[in-house]
């Protein structure tokens, strides 16, 4: 069993940044993707960021169009962390944030993944 905890949410102005951390309880280093999704107001769930655990190959690392070159996923494994690093945000960006794990296809739907924290608020504003 993995459960996960978001932190480093809050409001930024655009063009500012923020980290965000996911602590992961248990070992994440045995689930095959790790993953941040996020969630706007009336929007669907969404992908911004997956990795495959314990390799930052480049062809294991995806993001989505829109966050490409701004957002980076990372990974500690000592520490059984996920990081995701957004920087130049936008207001778009705004949402809850979620980290994701699981065993079943990197690049799927958010069914595709097990284990959910409980989110961590971004909001981009001036």
């Known amino acids: 069993e993995v459960q996960l905890v978001e932190s480093g949410g809050g409001l930024v102005q655009p063009g500012g940044s923020l980290r965000l951390s996911c602590a992961a309880s248990g070992s994440t280093n045995t689930k095959k993707c790790l993953a941040w999704f996020r969630q706007a107001p009336g929007k669907e769930r969404e992908r911004v960021a997956s990795?495959?655990?314990?390799?930052?190959?480049?062809?294991?690392?995806a993001y989505a169009d829109s966050v490409k070159g701004r957002f980076a996923i990372s990974q500690d494994t000592a520490k059984n962390m996920v990081y995701l690093q957004m920087n130049s945000l936008k207001p778009e960006d705004t949402g809850i944030y979620y980290c994701?794990?699981?065993?079943?296809?990197?690049?799927?739907?958010?069914?595709?993944?097990?284990?959910w924290g409980q989110g961590t608020q971004v909001t981009v504003s001036s």
């Open positions: 994701a794990a699981g065993d079943s296809d990197c690049l799927g739907a958010p069914s595709a993944y097990r284990y």
């Open positions: 990795l495959e655990s314990g390799t930052m190959r480049f062809r294991a690392v």
